[in-house]
């Protein structure tokens, strides 16, 4: 302990202004400080040095191993969503992003979706509850048009970007989306989309297989397979389920088309000057293919011993 400073050493300079007669007991009760910090220290030098451990914990053993702090994780479908995010970026499409709490111009009546469509049906649809007028009725019901929902699907970012901009438009827009179905192993009321959007001039389907081929072979890997299903989107006009096949089996992963010249006519583009595709993928049920999960709810029960596999 050859520290030239400190609060010892204070004290001890300290010693020269006190009384002669004082002087040795002071200076006995000084000593007697700096031994007992000096056998600590040395005690405990030792024992770090693994030697005697006498006066310390006796069940305390060095060699072992720390406990790991638990740092947690990112939840699979984030992961799948930064994945995702990546290979179309590789592709040049570009990040969007719309709200959740949706007005239905945006998620019904600019797609092309009538108000007497199905789709539309408040049973379908997690529309919000509106503010009461004083005799509590609500003073909206569900098909006005001023009333607002939970966004049913990510095509509503469509419009939002095609209201925003000009064409040419290449951007995936990935988010959560909710319907009211019961949950099982497949559904659940909350699940995200990965909606892709190209306009520009002379588009072809040609153009939205290849673009669906790439993404799922860098997704699946190289040797899945691309099948298009005639379909209906009031949105697309053709319209096209997606599938892909992938370990002997085909499946459906979600629809496609190209935009229906009434969208292109609502966000005020010239129909007859672009063209363009969309399409729209379960984000769930791509994690779940490649990680082989097979019940959805896995992903939103909180259970760690299943999240901290990813
Ligand atoms: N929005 C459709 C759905 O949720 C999918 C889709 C997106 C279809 C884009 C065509 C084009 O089912």
Same mark, same amino acid.
């Given at each position: 302990?050859?520290?030239?400073?400190?609060?010892?050493?204070?004290?001890?300079?300290?010693?020269?202004?006190?009384?002669?007669?004082?002087?040795?007991?002071?200076?006995?009760?000084?000593?007697?400080?700096?031994?007992?910090?000096?056998?600590?220290?040395?005690?405990?030098?030792?024992?770090?040095?693994?030697?005697?451990?006498?006066?310390?914990?006796?069940?305390?053993?060095?060699?072992?191993?720390?406990?790991?702090?638990?740092?947690?994780?990112?939840?699979?479908?984030?992961?799948?969503?930064?994945?995702?995010?990546?290979?179309?970026?590789?592709?040049?499409?570009?990040?969007?992003?719309?709200?959740?709490?949706?007005?239905?111009?945006?998620?019904?009546?600019?797609?092309?979706?009538?108000?007497?469509?199905?789709?539309?049906?408040?049973?379908? !649809?997690? &529309? @919000?509850?509106?503010?009461?007028?004083?005799?509590?009725?609500? +003073?909206?019901?569900?098909?006005? #048009?001023? $009333?607002?929902?939970?966004?049913?699907?990510?095509?509503?970012?469509?419009?939002?970007?095609?209201?925003?901009?000009?064409?040419?438009?290449?951007?995936?827009?990935?988010?959560?989306?909710?319907?009211?179905?019961?949950?099982?192993?497949?559904?659940?009321?909350?699940?995200?989309?990965?909606?892709?959007?190209?306009?520009?001039?002379?588009?072809?389907?040609?153009?939205?297989?290849?673009?669906?081929?790439?993404?799922? !072979?860098? &997704? @699946?890997?190289?040797?899945?397979?691309?099948?298009?299903?005639? +379909?209906?989107?009031?949105?697309? #006009?053709? $319209?096209?389920?997606?599938?892909?096949?992938?370990?002997?089996?085909?499946?459906?992963?979600?629809?496609?088309?190209?935009?229906?010249?009434?969208?292109?006519?609502?966000?005020?583009?010239?129909?007859?000057?672009?063209?363009?595709?969309?399409?729209?993928?379960?984000?769930?049920?791509?994690?779940?293919?490649?990680?082989?999960?097979?019940?959805?709810?896995?992903?939103?029960?909180?259970?760690?011993?299943?999240?901290?596999?990813?």
């Amino acid at each position: 302990m050859g520290a030239k400073k400190g609060q010892l050493k204070d004290i001890q300079k300290m010693l020269g202004g006190i009384e002669k007669a004082d002087k040795p007991a002071a200076g006995a009760k000084l000593n007697a400080v700096k031994s007992a910090i000096n056998s600590a220290f040395e005690g405990a030098q030792q024992n770090l040095a693994g030697g005697d451990d006498s006066g310390s914990d006796p069940t305390f053993d060095p060699t072992l191993p720390g406990t790991r702090p638990s740092l947690g994780h990112i939840h699979p479908i984030t992961q799948t969503i930064s994945h995702l995010t990546e290979i179309m970026g590789r592709m040049g499409f570009e990040v969007a992003e719309g709200p959740e709490v949706e007005d239905p111009w945006h998620n019904f009546v600019a797609l092309n979706i009538p108000e007497d469509h199905p789709a539309r049906d408040p049973l379908d !649809n997690f &529309y @919000l509850a509106t503010a009461k007028d004083p005799s509590g009725k609500s +003073s909206v019901s569900a098909g006005d #048009e001023g $009333s607002q929902l939970l966004r049913s699907q990510t095509s509503t970012v469509q419009i939002r970007v095609m209201k925003e901009v000009q064409p040419p438009i290449r951007i995936i827009s990935l988010g959560r989306v909710y319907r009211p179905d019961a949950p099982d192993a497949t559904h659940f009321p909350m699940f995200h989309q990965m909606e892709g959007l190209l306009v520009d001039t002379n588009v072809t389907m040609a153009n939205l297989k290849t673009v669906l081929r790439v993404f799922a !072979n860098n &997704y @699946l890997g190289e040797d899945v397979e691309i099948r298009f299903r005639p +379909s209906f989107f009031p949105f697309t #006009e053709p $319209s096209v389920e997606v599938d892909f096949l992938w370990n002997g089996t085909w499946i459906e992963f979600g629809g496609a088309g190209m935009i229906d010249p009434n969208v292109f006519a609502a966000v005020g583009y010239d129909p007859e000057k672009v063209s363009g595709f969309a399409f729209g993928l379960g984000v769930e049920r791509l994690c779940m293919r490649r990680h082989g999960i097979t019940d959805i709810r896995d992903l939103y029960s909180g259970d760690l011993r299943f999240l901290k596999q990813f």
